[in-house]
């Protein structure tokens, strides 16, 4: 995913603080300068959103207003990632503003991991965004940047008169291997906002739809891309051990890594501490869960920890953006 994590005692500063990127920015949250802990942070996010009880943007009399599309050009923002760089460059750019949840890395373990913390396993892929509305099915980068549009079975995805109507929104991981996207979290369904329900309903409900109306989610045609839901499991340590030993013997993608909700957790646009993410290969390090041989051999070389491979990850894309950059001619402003 290229989409993409409990209260503490304290947040301490660590030598990466003096180590990191000057496009750290464009990561995952970790090591940032902060008062608060993790846990304050935590329940600061939630306590705002239960003051506020709705967003700014779900004060519009039309939803689709919020994930409606623009004219654009290279933002300066976007260059700090090598996937803002998948759009066609040659072609006009449509962008929409709306930006998606952004987890941080799992750097502490909850008190509360077991009662109010939600996880899935993930698999290879990359974040994707899916709008399906006006009989079209729209696939967005993590950056807003549309990538290409199909027909789907979704509410508002296809021309049918049956699909046409509505508006649906999903948070994806897009598998090009298998041409499916597999479904982290749902905005919106056939128009109905989930954007402030908590995280354990809207992973509820996505699922329910899922097991009763499987057709909604299949392949639209021949040569198109079909839906899978990520089932969401309780975070305690059996259950996580359970499932990372069996996932690959009832998957035919592998798993990238694991991302957890907090159960009360409202759809939070950009970077929360109340989603987090952990790579299977870390388990052993962070919780105490042996993990199959496979993730093992997964450990980037000399591997260490979760902090320095942080450094090591933002490093990595920074090498790969500079490579794009060099070979890939990118657009000056026009207006």
Not at 6 to 25: A, F, G, H, I, R
Not at 101 to 109: A, K, L, P, Y
Not at 111 to 123: A, G, I, Q, V, Y
Request: proline share 5%; aromatic share 12%.
């Amino acid at each position: 995913m290229d989409s993409s994590e409990v209260p503490e005692p304290s947040e301490t500063k660590t030598d990466c603080d003096s180590q990191k990127s000057n496009y750290s920015q464009c990561y995952k949250n970790n090591y940032k300068t902060m008062d608060l802990t993790l846990q304050q942070r935590r329940e600061t996010f939630l306590n705002e959103h239960k003051e506020k009880h709705s967003l700014v943007f779900d004060e519009r009399r039309d939803l689709s207003e919020l994930f409606e599309e623009y004219d654009c050009q290279t933002d300066e923002s976007d260059m700090c990632d090598v996937e803002a760089m998948e759009v066609d460059v040659a072609r006009p750019r449509k962008k929409i503003k709306f930006r998606m949840t952004m987890s941080e890395w799992f750097t502490q373990i909850p008190e509360d991991l077991s009662d109010n913390w939600l996880f899935k396993l993930c698999p290879l892929g990359k974040r994707r965004l899916v709008i399906s509305h006006k009989g079209k099915t729209k696939c967005f980068n993590k950056f807003g940047h549309r990538l290409f549009k199909f027909a789907s079975s979704l509410p508002g995805g296809s021309t049918r008169k049956t699909q046409k109507e509505g508006l649906t929104v999903l948070d994806c991981i897009l598998n090009e291997n298998t041409k499916t996207f597999f479904i982290l979290d749902m905005l919106v369904w056939n128009s109905v906002s989930f954007l402030e329900c908590e995280a354990e309903l809207r992973l509820c409900w996505i699922r329910s739809r899922y097991e009763e109306t499987p057709e909604m989610f299949s392949a639209y045609g021949k040569d198109t891309y079909q839906f899978n839901v990520l089932f969401d499991h309780p975070a305690d340590i059996e259950t996580i051990r359970s499932e990372i030993w069996q996932y690959n013997s009832q998957n035919e993608v592998n798993c990238d890594g694991l991302i957890f909700y907090h159960r009360e957790a409202p759809y939070i646009s950009g970077e929360t501490p109340l989603v987090t993410w952990l790579k299977p290969f870390m388990l052993p390090e962070r919780l105490n869960i042996e993990v199959p041989q496979e993730y093992e051999r997964r450990k980037p070389p000399g591997y260490v920890n979760l902090e320095s491979y942080i450094i090591y990850a933002s490093e990595r894309r920074k090498r790969r953006q500079l490579k794009k950059m060099d070979t890939e001619e990118i657009p000056m402003e026009n207006n």
